[in-house]
């Protein structure tokens, strides 16, 4: 992970004066999603590196110790090693970002990963996943659990009543508590921008998420009706570069939910590195949050390798 961010006070000040430019959001985020895609060796090198910076996740009410150790398999070797040795990456240590699953079941990611001499991260959903309407009392009980089981990210949920009722106070307050238990655990803030009710709320959100501390902020549990959309990415990754340029402080950058397909994958990098610059072309400071995302980026770096599309056989563990 990158350099922590140790938060800075709130300033509401820098709230009251943020105005979100609707129709030029819109027409940037279309813009970004229209653009030709890249070809060939160029396609196969994007996808390599989308694949470095997957969350790969687990989030199901049927996880089950077996389930887990498949996932982390799965991490460690995310790309058939026949293929990588096609590419000349077959010694390059390509994993996933992190593992992402529920508190109960970090215990057995971090055994398996362990086990495996493995230094993956492993990430834990908290606070009251996905509506974070549980007490604080609660919430903040889970997160210091899941530290003790040994993860080393925790992907916390915000109380989105507060930011809809302008609460930002009360929001900080909260975050910061979620911070100071996550210990040495990186922070990764959840907005669910889905149901903020505007883009000025998710830009405020998003600020007063960084000024509490937050390593990453994402745009949304995956449990939302809607999820990790461009227009909302572009406001969160605008006001992560506004937050740099004052304070010094680079915070990550995590999408979430919906996001299935290879040419979805390298339209997020895309966004990244015309927004925010190379330097967040990093798994330190951007990570993808999908289940089924890193089966279609296989699917196609195996057409990329042997001109064919790959029967179900050829890529069991997808």
């Not at 990764?188 to 509490?212: H, Q, R």
């Not at 605008?238 to 979430?256: L, M, N, Q, S």
């Amino acid at each position: 992970m990158a350099a922590r961010n140790p938060g800075i006070p709130l300033d509401l000040g820098w709230l009251s004066r943020v105005h979100v430019n609707q129709p030029a959001v819109l027409r940037r985020a279309e813009q970004i999603q229209t653009r030709r895609t890249v070809k060939k060796d160029f396609q196969a090198a994007w996808l390599i590196k989308a694949v470095t910076c997957i969350d790969l996740t687990t989030l199901s009410g049927d996880d089950t110790p077996s389930n887990i150790h498949r996932l982390c398999f799965k991490a460690k070797h995310p790309i058939r090693k026949d293929l990588l040795k096609s590419l000349k990456m077959d010694n390059a240590g390509i994993t996933t970002g992190a593992v992402c699953v529920y508190p109960s079941r970090v215990s057995d990611a971090v055994k398996v990963l362990k086990a495996a001499g493995c230094n993956i991260p492993v990430a834990s959903v908290a606070t009251g996943f996905p509506a974070g309407q549980t007490p604080l009392k609660t919430r903040l009980e889970e997160v210091k659990m899941a530290v003790e089981d040994g993860v080393t990210e925790i992907d916390i949920v915000i109380n989105r009543t507060l930011a809809l009722t302008g609460q930002w106070e009360a929001l900080y307050h909260e975050i910061r508590l979620f911070h100071e238990a996550c210990g040495e655990a990186h922070m990764k803030t959840i907005l669910g921008t889905g149901e903020l009710g505007s883009l000025s709320n998710v830009y405020k959100a998003s600020l007063v998420a960084m000024m509490a501390g937050s390593d990453f902020i994402k745009t949304s549990t995956g449990k939302e009706g809607v999820n990790a959309t461009f227009p909302v990415a572009l406001v969160m990754v605008r006001a992560i570069r506004d937050f740099y340029w004052k304070t010094g402080y680079k915070v990550g950058f995590k999408p979430a939910g919906g996001i299935r397909s290879a040419k979805d994958a390298v339209a997020w990098l895309s966004l990244m590195k015309e927004e925010l610059g190379d330097d967040w072309l990093r798994p330190e400071l951007f990570r993808l949050g999908a289940s089924t995302l890193l089966g279609d980026i296989e699917r196609q770096v195996y057409h990329h390798v042997t001109g064919r599309y790959a029967a179900h056989h050829d890529l069991p563990m997808a």
